[in-house]
Nanobody
Framework: VQLQASGGGLVQAGGSLRLSCAAS????????MAWFRQAPGQGRQHVSH????????YYADSVKGRFTISRDNAKNTVYLQMNSLKPEDTAVYYC????????????WGHGTLVTVSS
């Protein structure tokens, strides 16, 4: 599966953005999907993931209550709605996929940059 993230940009603190991750080459419903981010000079952080059907989601504590992950398997797309953005949310955001419930994230898209100004 190939993944393409989009939707990043520059936003003021307190604002919102919605990231999209479009999948091609396979059926999205086969995959657990996740969003990661990497801020300048920092390691990659697991932000959120969602199960095959979308019934269960995980969020890092730093984004809980502000970010929402969702998926539309009919459109082969996963979303990350980001509200109440903070400058510390500034990072390159990546989507990732894996087939199994556990294990490594096997497939990665190119990132999309989110910049939150104070």
């Amino acid at each position: 599966v190939q993944l393409q993230a989009s939707g990043g940009g520059l936003v003021q603190a307190g604002g919102s953005l919605r990231l999209s991750c479009a999948a091609s080459g396979d059926i999205l419903s086969r995959y657990y999907m996740a969003w990661f981010r990497q801020a300048p000079g920092q390691g990659r952080q697991h932000v959120s993931h969602i199960t095959w059907s979308g019934g269960l989601q995980y969020y890092a504590d730093s984004v809980k209550g502000r970010f929402t992950i969702s998926r539309d398997n009919a459109k082969n797309t996963v979303y990350l709605q980001m509200n109440s953005l903070k400058p510390e949310d500034t990072a390159v955001y990546y989507c990732a996929a894996r087939v199994a419930r556990m294990g490594s994230w096997e497939y990665w898209g190119h990132g999309t940059l989110v910049t939150v100004s104070s």
